[in-house]
């Protein structure tokens, strides 16, 4: 759950920090409507499910010590491992 | 102190006799003053009946999800909206995730997978997996795929699968409200092939699924009849999109009682601390937990959920004056 960088498919990485999520990646509702702090806090212990960016639902596995998160649109996000 | 205590001290501490089903329900309504007494009794029965070891365990999921099976907790279940998706971990991934595992210093992984049991790719998956992982990492490898045949059976024990996990999740009589694809009985009758085969039997369940104290009662005195090696006990964990999605999660001191309880149950086995801890217990909970008769843990992540960092448990154990449990003691 640190800093998290996106793997595009080219196999390019670039950081999501800054980018605005349109997406909430737990719940999948929109990011700007609603309150995601429980969300966040649930974050916490379990990783992304939903694209921030545009709300697929991601192929998520999750290991020991690290958890990856794909969107066949906008790549795979990881925790630090 | 509550008779009951008196009792258990005798009884369970000194003979090595657990508790019956009366005597676990009697602990589970202990006020909460006496909680701290309960907790004391089970931590003395543990280092009596199992020493002062830690048995360190990591776990992955090799087939996340998409599974047909309805159990209500179950972010797995490809019957409820979960925003969790089917996903197979490939054989390097596996390796990795045994890697990791063996880093902490744990002596047990578990390869677990979201069916109702195994089929034939899954144990093709297995073979190859298990084959890489003993090639590769110096662990003992243990599985969790469901209802499984005598022939399936059979397999794990040849590829040296040495310890099957088949949770029975909760007691009999609760359990047709929370699984209606499959009955308490059928998960017996595959815990009984495990045990028959030579492989040591892990079984354990989940707390907080909307059973009642005599329920929970029932529960550890059906594990006790069953007499697991290790029993790993969860605390529900509520999951988004499931039916149990809402309930609320286990108060701490419940949680605790339980942990109790469930010890004076089964003064030898291993009692795991599996999912859930950390929402339910936190870090002062955990503390109490493994000084109230728990003598196991899952570090890392869980399956689809994080666990906090295995350093976090190695310390405390550390700090607890409690050795991790050594390969060479678990062969
Ligand atoms: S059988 Fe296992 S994976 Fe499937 S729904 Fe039940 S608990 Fe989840
Ligand atoms: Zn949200
Ligand atoms: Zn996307």
């Keep these: 759950m640190t800093a998290k960088t996106v793997e595009s498919d080219a196999g390019t990485t670039r950081t999501v920090e800054g980018e605005a999520a349109l997406w909430c990646d737990r719940c999948g509702e929109r990011a700007a409507e609603g309150d995601h702090a429980a969300c966040a806090a649930a974050r916490e212990l379990e990783p992304p499910r939903y694209c921030p960016a545009c709300r697929r639902r991601m192929k998520v596995q999750v290991l020991p010590a690290g958890w990856s998160a794909a969107c066949v649109e906008h790549g795979t996000v990881r925790s630090g491992y | ?331």
């Excluded at chain 2, 509550?2 to 657990?18: K, Y």
């Excluded at chain 2, 701290?36 to 009794?41: G, K, N």
């Excluded at chain 2, 899954?122 to 073979?127: A, E, I, P, T, Y």
């Excluded at chain 2, 697991?228 to 964990?237: A, C, Q, R």
Aim: some cysteine; glycine content about 10%; charged content about 25%.
């Design chain 2, 1 to 331: 102190m509550p008779e009951i205590l008196d009792i258990a001290r005798a009884q369970v501490l000194e003979r090595g006799t657990g508790l019956d089903e009366a005597g676990v329900l009697a602990v589970l309504r202990l006020p909460d003053e006496h909680v701290p007494d309960a907790l004391q009794l089970a931590h003395e029965v543990r280092m009596r009946w199992c020493g002062p070891e830690v048995e360190v365990e990591g776990i992955v999921s090799l087939k996340t999800g998409g599974c047909p099976e309805d159990c209500h907790f179950c972010s797995q279940s490809g019957l409820f909206t979960s925003p969790v998706r089917s996903v197979w971990l490939d054989i390097p991934s596996l390796v990795e995730a045994a890697k990791q595992t063996a880093a902490t210093g744990a002596t047990e992984f578990c390869i677990v997978a979201a069916v109702r049991g195994p089929d034939e790719r899954l144990m093709k998956q297995m073979r190859e997996g298990v084959a890489a992982i003993k090639a590769e990492v110096d662990i003992q490898v243990a599985a969790s795929l469901g209802m499984l045949s005598q022939e399936q059976v059979d397999e794990l024990v040849e590829m040296g699968v040495h310890r099957y996990n088949h949770n029975l999740e909760t007691s009999r009589t609760y359990f047709p409200n929370v699984v209606t694809t499959h009955s308490w009985e059928e998960r017996w009758d595959t815990l009984r092939m495990v045990r028959d085969s030579g492989m040591e039997v892990c079984c354990g369940g989940i707390l907080g699924l909307g059973e009642t104290v005599e329920q929970r009662a029932e529960f550890a005195a059906q594990l006790a009849e069953l007499d697991p090696h290790e029993v790993p006990l969860n605390f529900l964990n509520p999951r988004p999109g499931t039916p149990l999605g809402d309930r609320p999660v286990v108060e701490g001191k419940d949680a605790l009682r339980a942990i109790a309880a469930f010890r004076l149950a089964m003064p030898r086995t291993i009692l795991r601390y599996a999912g859930g801890r950390e929402i339910t217990l936190g870090d002062l909970g955990t503390r109490d937990g493994l000084l109230g008769g728990i003598n196991a843990v899952i570090v890392g992540n869980y399956l689809t959920t994080l666990g906090r960092p295995a350093s976090a448990d190695l310390e405390l154990l550390d700090d607890l004056k409690m050795p991790v449990k050594a390969l060479s003691a678990t062969l």
